[in-house]
């Protein structure tokens, strides 16, 4: 008699008949990577309802939770968890409470059903992360998120303004649009109409259709991220099987990014699109890799919507996508310096001049940069410099 796999099912291993997915493995090679952490942390399931699907839980990371300083929330990108931050954990959490999350329908958080809508799918993503704030009883925050965590951090500023003292953006996916016309050479052109089939399908389907070569294929493709994490962690092996566990279970979060994506590197809803409505008194940090594959928005373009509100744009040299990991050092010093502009200054405000909504205040970003002018130079960080032209 064939029973119908529950969600449940899915997490407890039981459906590694053919991958080797076991949810055993996957905590011991999570609590193998977190023990390269200097900083004291806990981790536990937050429940968050039936957000998504039924008594939908996150699960959740915390550093520091004595400290009064402004708190910082990390959202990790497509395909990962919680344990692409370790290089960060330890530096970002030394003056103030750090928490990262498995987005819900990734990692060991819950896997339900997202709608196959893009726009629906997202505001349920964004909807499980603010379920998870009321739960974690946090007012405001500083919000960082990398790749698809900065567009749905992003998309999360918009929705709920009033819950995020500063916007921190590493490499983020999703903001252009995509051009009509791609300069792609001839090879990658015959490569797509091979491979165009499988687009239909789920972006790791490949993994778990593998079944038992799974884990050889993962460290074949993606030996490049285990290679970051070898000066803190021996054994890297530990990567590459943290990310196979982390998607070889029931392809939730996958689906929903699915459904959000026009081809890979390109978002159905360019985040461009709507960037505008954020809030004039949220300001934005946005931080890119020189070397990473994202296509990088230019500053004048983010002033330009909106004037009045604080905006930098920072490149890190010789790092790629994965800026957190290919540069630790210079990502953890400027996301603290941008950290501690949160926590010497109180919101700046001035009385707006839309004569349609006088009553919203903006943001006053000169005044703001006076008083933070000591922790904000240029050369503060290495050979990191402001991106002042398109690129």
């Keep these: 008699m064939e029973t119908e796999m529950t969600e449940t099912d899915f997490n407890s291993g039981r459906c590694g008949y053919w991958t080797k997915f076991s949810e055993t493995k996957l905590i011991q090679v999570e609590k193998k990577i977190l023990n390269v952490l200097k900083t004291a942390y806990r981790t536990w399931f937050v429940p968050i ?91 405001r925050f500083i919000l960082l998120g990398h790749s698809f965590g900065g567009y749905l951090a992003t998309s999360y500023a918009i929705t709920y303004p009033d819950r995020v003292k500063h916007l921190i953006l590493a490499d983020p996916w999703g903001f252009q649009e995509r051009p009509a016309k791609l300069n792609v050479p001839l090879a990658w052109k015959l ?29 074949k493709v993606r030996n490049d991220i ?12 530990l990567i590459t099987e943290y990310i196979y566990h982390c998607n070889t279970q029931k392809p939730s979060g996958e689906a929903a990014f699915h459904s959000m994506k026009q081809g890979i590197a390109w978002a159905k809803n360019p985040m461009m699109r709507r960037y505008h409505t954020l809030s004039k008194t949220v300001p934005l940090t946005v931080i890119y890799g020189e070397k990473s594959w994202v296509r990088k928005t230019p500053t004048e373009d983010l002033i330009k919507q909106r004037p009045q509100s604080y905006v930098r744009t920072e490149i890190i040299p010789n790092a790629g996508h994965h800026i957190n990991a290919d540069q630790p050092t210079i990502f953890n010093q400027l996301v603290s310096k941008v950290c501690q502009l949160c926590d010497n200054s109180e919101d700046i405000y001035i009385e707006s001049e839309d004569k349609d909504n006088p009553s919203d205040p903006a943001f006053d970003v000169n ?3 006076k008083k933070n002018e000591f922790l904000i130079e240029e050369d503060e960080f290495n050979g990191m410099q402001v991106i002042n032209t398109k690129l």
């Design 226 to 237: 285990s290679a970051k994490y070898s000066d803190a962690v021996d054994n890297t092996d």
């Design 367 to 369: 005044e703001w940069n």
């Design 49 to 139: 309802g039936s957000t998504v699907g039924k008594d939908d839980k996150i699960w959740t990371i915390a550093l520091n939770e004595e400290s009064h300083n402004t708190p910082l929330v990390m959202l990790h990108g497509f395909a990962a968890g919680l344990c692409f931050w370790i290089l960060n954990f330890d530096e970002l959490s030394k003056n103030r409470p750090v928490y990262a999350i498995d987005l819900l329908g990734f990692g060991r958080s819950s896997r339900p059903k997202f709608n196959s809508n893009s726009q629906e799918a997202e505001q349920q993503m964004v909807a499980s992360i603010e379920e998870w704030r009321k739960q974690m009883q946090l007012e």
């Design 191 to 219: 490569l797509a109409v091979v491979f165009y089939p499988l687009t239909w399908f789920n972006p790791l389907a490949g993994i778990r259709a593998a079944g038992p070569m799974g884990p050889w294929l993962v460290s």
